[in-house]
């Protein structure tokens, strides 16, 4: 079973910063890559951010030079670090994780349940 955990959303002012977290329960599981998603009202959900257990990562243009994704594999916890948030940054954010199987080794995706980020003055 494969737990994740969000935290760290919230209402912050234009131009303000917040970090979130995204904790994994992994009993008998091995984390593969991990991402952050995002869903505004009447949007598709969009990939934020993206991490590998090696730690190489990849951003969505919007993303690219505000934000910055990390993980502490020790603690399976991920991280989203916001900077200069802009009121369209509003959306619920999401984690997810691809996993392994230690027992069977086949590959699962699960999605936490979501924080929201508001960004308005």
């Known amino acids: 079973q494969v737990q994740l955990v969000e935290s760290g959303g919230g209402l912050v002012q234009p131009g303000g910063s917040l970090i979130l977290s995204c904790v994994a329960s992994?009993?008998?599981?091995?984390?593969?890559?991990m991402g952050w998603y995002r869903q505004a009202p009447g949007n598709d959900r969009e990939l934020v951010a993206r991490?590998?257990?090696?730690?190489?990562?990849n951003y969505a243009d919007f993303a690219e030079g505000r934000f910055t994704i990390s993980r502490d594999n020790a603690k399976n916890t991920m991280y989203l670090q916001m900077n200069n948030l802009k009121p369209e940054d509003t959306a619920v954010y999401s984690c997810?994780?691809?996993?392994?199987?230690?027992?069977?080794?086949?590959?699962?995706?699960?999605w936490g349940q979501g924080t929201q980020v508001t960004v308005s003055s």
């Open positions: 997810n994780a691809d996993v392994v199987s230690t027992f069977t080794f086949s590959r699962s995706v699960y």
């Open positions: 992994t009993k008998n599981f091995r984390i593969n890559h």
């Open positions: 991490i590998t257990s090696a730690g190489g990562t």
